[in-house]
């Protein structure tokens, strides 16, 4: 029989593969780039999983590629960009999967914003503005300075901006004009205080608390990641309380079953919301939740897919592994990756070091101001989350991409 993925995240076939396979299933992606994948699919034998090259922005060619599958059982995705679809074609194909209007409101980060608000989990709300410097006094007056504004559907921190005051909005604001946008711009409070994610596993409206992974982002105006870690080490109180909350905001939002990365930040009145997303973090996060918990994670994944209670709800969590941190390289510039120096230090760096390659030699680099901008990314480990941060980041440094001009 045969468990469908809808597009994925860059890393994690492999450990989604070996979850099928234990369930004693074959995986098949359906994909419209598996230039996407160019590292996973590389480093798999052949027989691992099946590859179906088609058009997933085509809903219509995607029902025939999962209606001539053979027993198709169970169907995953873990991808913002796809969610929508794959929830309305495991209802339509009478899959187990979440509800798809549930999956909806969790897609428009505007609509959650404010039913927390309204729900009393959330202290600001938020406000739909058109992308024009005249929409200045409107996000003033609502939300005040300094402010965030965004995509309501967006993903990769891709056209995120924090305004400070009055004439940098306006000049966003003008910036956003020329922006496309998944959704909706809006704007919302500016949040003080460090930010994190929380790693959960819901079942039947249950909700627990894999972990808390610390992320570091870029310095203003450019939003973007750059490094994360996990799994943080917190007081017992301080977890348990962030458990709670989680678990009452994902309730809110009519997230059931399933994994949810879940960004915060830690602000002087405790967690404050940043946005959800019902899938396991991107980048390298299942990953170093593997490797740190010392279980197959995705194996979850698989059993929700199949309807069935994830073990993983009621396991003991091993935290006696390693804890794992990884940076992401970032070009310098726009134009095409020709190489990049410095990989051949990384064995020398403490914390068994590796590099996670996310563009080849020859890939554009459209842009640096977010992820699109990343080239790959160093992992390392080490006893504690914060030592294995140092490690990966002091490695990272020695990575530098080479990237020429684009154009003629």
Known sequence: MTIAALESLSFGLGRMAAAA?????????????????RHELGTL??????????????????????????????LLNTTDTWSV?????????????PDPAAVRLLRDKYQVRELLHRRGLSRSGAVRVAPSPGSADEVVRAVGLPAVLKDSSGTSSRNVWIVQDEEALRRTLDEAAQQQFMGELFAEAF????????????WDGVTRLLGVLSRQ???????????AAFPVALPQAESNAIEQWVGDVLNAAGHRSGFAHVEFVLTTEGPELVEINRRIGGALVGEVMCR??????YTAMVEEALGRRPRLMDAPLDHSGPAHAFVLVYADRPGVLKDWHGLDELAAFP??????PTRAPGDVVPQVGDQRGCTGIVLAEAATAELAQHRAWSAA????????????
């Not at 052949?46 to 053979?70: G, K, S």
């Not at 740190?292 to 994670?297: A, D, E, F, I």
């Not at 914390?351 to 996670?356: A, I, L, M, P, Q």
């Open 21 to 37: 396979a234990e369930a004693g299933h074959e995986l098949c992606l359906l994909t419209a780039d598996r230039s996407v994948y």
């Open 45 to 74: 034998p052949d027989d691992a999983l099946t590859v179906i090259d088609v058009d997933t922005f085509d809903e219509t060619a995607t029902r025939r590629a999962l209606a001539a599958l053979p027993d198709l059982v169970g």
């Open 85 to 97: 679809p794959a929830a309305d074609l495991a209802a339509e194909f009478g899959l187990p999967g």
């Open 191 to 202: 949040l003080a205080g460090p930010l994190y994610s929380a790693e959960t596993l819901s």
């Open 217 to 227: 982002t870029s310095r203003q105006p450019a939003v973007r990641e750059e490094a």
């Open 292 to 297: 740190s918990l010392g279980t197959n994670v």
């Open 351 to 356: 914390g068994n070091v590796r590099w996670y």
């Open 397 to 408: 440094t020695r990575v530098r991409p080479v990237v020429a001009d684009s154009g003629p």
